[in-house]
């Protein structure tokens, strides 16, 4: 926005203005906050009684389904649990009807082979009350087990009887009263005749009642409770209401009843006894029985009370929602224009530059930072294009290029990046920024923000950081060539100093030779101080140019066995430990890409030393192998000779350092820091931990991993 907020004035009483006008709206002001507040009710309210209504419809169909959900499975399994039994009753009775050797007893009618038969029928099927054989016009012939008294009485007019007689395949009956002294109970038959195609007798099988309700026990009983099993003269043989009584409960003449013996399956509500009651039927067709969901309306009232409670709470949570938006409106437009102000004040105390444009490159927003920037006071910056202050003219043609490309494909190749490029001031000159544009979108038009910083001081302090590198890159290559002439010259005093030794050497063998007799005891000794001396410094020179050569030598890497290398430095120690007690534990090493030669002198060196300063123990023990250190594999060598003190373990790798006197531990000091320059060569690493008279362990790694012992002294790293 260009200009600021209208500014409204109070007519003044010069005016000559009726100020009674102006408590007009004073007076309409209640009845339009009336009609807002009735407003607000009336949205608030409506939406409420809506919420209400569908909450309730859908809470209640939402039960009514769980319940079913609950008890259709149950139901299924009521009604396959006892199909499968009938169906397996049935095919068991006909295929022992089928037997030829119950055919063979009954057609000589003889009586103890069928009572046999039946005896090993009832063996194999344990849950059958009893098995029975009738001759065709219904009198009992033989069962097992046995009646205790025969009953004269025909079964001729039994319905079971009757269907097994005329089918073709075994029936199962209802459920039939028996005679029972102290309890009232009954059963289930299973029939089918003997010789279907021409029957001669029926052969049955009693299931009693308990054994048909202990089918059920797979039914969860929470379930069983809404459950009837109904035979096909509408009795209730298993449910619940009935599991502990063996009295038969003829249901037949309920409308629900008929249906399901009828066929019929389906979920509806009824009425029954004045109560409202939700029916699902499963008729079992195979036997011409049903099954019965039967689940009272006050049992879904029930469960749909659990819900109501938090209907309730949340009606009157919705309820003070409602009356609460236009607070919160309210609130939300005071605190958008605080935001909206909140922004601009950001813009204009940054101390970045910020430039908007709009898609035709005009500037529509313009902050403090950048009128100093650029030297634009912000009215005249306003509406101009940007191509034509801020931009070199070397980089208008592009910008005006790329603008128009995002306005063609939407597609903008510097939009949120950060880029650096340069920017004109008002005067002409240019310096360096730093850019980040970002596109927004404003009442469906685009616009793109842009902060802008100076990096003048920035780029001279690279420019300067670059001039340093190069000097350093120079000092470094000074300080190269200087360690190159150094061993060069390290190298050329040793192998100088050689010829003289050996003139020493050799003119003090022939002094001890041939003029011996003629020294006297001092002389001898001092002599033999001479050739010690001379021995000293000849292996001091040999170490030296071996340690000088180490700086020209490069690597010739190859793969390489270390157990092959440990195996054939310790072989080369043999002759030294000829009369000591010293044992080799070397545990298994890895193949790597190394230096063999370079290597196998790391080994020796390393070896050599545990050798020498082990000497003091009746038995020697040195350890050589592998080790994971916080996730690095890393080689060791362990001794148990005399250690050192780890305070003074900066000293180790150092040419020429020793922690040890000469006369009790011969040595030049060279061979740890021989050891330590092949490891760093190979850019691995060498440390050492110990302690005094508890023996020294030294690790080193060949490949550049990143190692770390916070309890070990790391030296050379």
């Not at 409960?249 to 509500?269: C, M």
């Not at 030297?375 to 290029?401: C, D, K, N």
Request: charged letters at 25%.
């Amino acid at each position: 926005m260009r200009g600021g907020p209208p500014v409204y004035e109070w007519p003044r009483k010069s005016d000559n203005k009726d100020f009674s006008t102006l408590n007009l709206p004073k007076k309409r002001q209640p009845k339009k906050r009336w009609r807002l507040y009735a407003a607000l009710v009336v949205c608030s309210v409506l939406p409420l009684v809506l919420f209400i209504y569908a909450a309730d419809r859908f809470l209640r169909s939402a039960t009514t389904k769980d319940l079913l959900q609950k008890t259709g499975p149950a139901a299924d399994i009521a009604a396959n649990v006892i199909e499968e039994r009938m169906t397996d009753a049935k095919a068991s009775l006909s295929a022992f009807a089928a037997d030829p050797a119950l055919l063979d007893a009954w057609k000589h009618r003889d009586l103890l082979r069928l009572t046999a038969n039946l005896h090993t029928a009832h063996e194999l099927k344990r849950q059958v009350a009893s098995f029975e054989i009738y001759d065709s016009s219904g009198h009992l012939l033989a069962s097992y087990p046995e009646a205790r008294h025969q009953s004269p009485t025909s079964m001729a007019s039994s319905d079971w009887f009757t269907a097994a007689m005329h089918g073709k395949s075994a029936y199962v009956s209802g459920a039939n009263p028996v005679a029972d002294a102290k309890k009232h109970t009954w059963a289930v038959t299973v029939a089918v005749a003997i010789n279907p195609q021409h029957p001669e007798g029926v052969l049955a099988a009693t299931y009693s009642d308990d054994t048909v309700k202990n089918w059920m026990h797979s039914v969860a009983p929470s379930s069983m409770k809404w459950i009837s099993v109904l035979d096909q003269n509408g009795v209730i043989l298993a449910g619940a209401d009935f599991s502990g009584s063996s009295d038969i409960h003829d249901v037949s003449s309920h409308p629900e009843v008929k249906q399901v013996l009828a066929g019929q399956d389906g979920t509806e509500f009824i009425w029954q006894g004045g109560k409202r009651v939700l029916v699902t039927r499963h008729p079992l067709s195979s036997l011409g029985w049903g099954v019965l969901v039967e689940i009272p309306a006050q049992e879904i009232d029930k469960a749909f009370w659990q819900f109501e409670r938090p209907l309730a709470f949340l009606a009157l949570v919705f309820l003070g929602l409602a009356l609460a938006i236009g607070i919160v409106i309210a609130s939300l437009y005071r605190r958008l224009r605080e935001s909206e102000e909140h922004t601009r004040q950001i813009i204009t105390s940054a101390t970045d530059a910020f430039v908007t444009i709009d898609r035709r490159g005009a500037i529509t927003d313009w902050n403090p930072k950048a009128e100093e920037l650029f030297g634009w006071p912000r009215a005249e910056a306003l509406g101009q294009q940007l191509h034509g202050t801020i931009i070199p003219p070397r980089y208008r043609e592009p910008h005006l290029q790329g603008l128009k490309h995002f306005l063609e494909t939407g597609e903008g190749p510097v939009l949120d990046k950060r880029i650096e490029l340069s920017a004109l001031h008002r005067n002409g000159q240019e310096f360096p920024v730093e850019l980040s544009i970002t596109r927004v979108q404003r009442d469906g038009k685009d616009y793109f923000n842009a902060f802008l910083h100076d990096i003048t001081e920035r780029k001279r302090a690279q420019e300067e950081i670059g001039n340093l590198n190069a000097e350093l890159h120079v000092r470094v290559s000074e300080l190269e060539e200087r360690n190159k002439a150094l061993e060069a010259f390290s190298y050329s005093v040793s192998h100088d100093v050689r010829a003289p030794l050996r003139n020493i050497a050799g003119f003090s063998e022939i002094l001890q030779e041939e003029h011996a007799q003629q020294l006297s005891p001092a002389g001898l000794d001092y002599l033999n101080r001479i050739q010690k001396n001379v021995a000293r410094m000849q292996r001091l020179v040999d170490d030296l140019l071996r340690f000088a050569r180490l700086g020209q030598q490069g690597l010739s890497l190859q793969t390489t066995d270390l157990n092959e290398v440990v195996r054939e430095v310790i072989a080369g120690f043999e002759n030294d430990l000829a009369g000591r007690k010293v044992t080799f534990e070397v545990s298994p090493l890895p193949t790597m890409a190394c230096d063999r030669g370079l290597v196998t002198q790391v080994f020796w060196n390393l070896l050599a030393n545990a050798i020498k300063f082990t000497r003091v123990r009746e038995h020697a023990d040195i350890s050589i192998g592998e080790s994971i250190q916080n996730g690095a594999r890393v080689l060791f060598v362990r001794d148990n000779g005399v250690g050192f003190d780890m305070n003074h373990a900066g000293k180790l790798f150092g040419a020429f350092e020793r922690l040890h006197r000469y006369d009790e531990f011969e040595g030049t000091g060279v061979g740890l820091a021989t050891a330590q320059r092949i490891i760093l060569k190979h850019q691995g690493r060498i440390w050492a931990h110990a302690e005094l008279d508890q023996g020294a362990t030294f690790f080193f790694s060949l490949q550049p991993e990143k190692l770390r012992d916070d309890t070990s002294a790391m030296v050379g790293a």
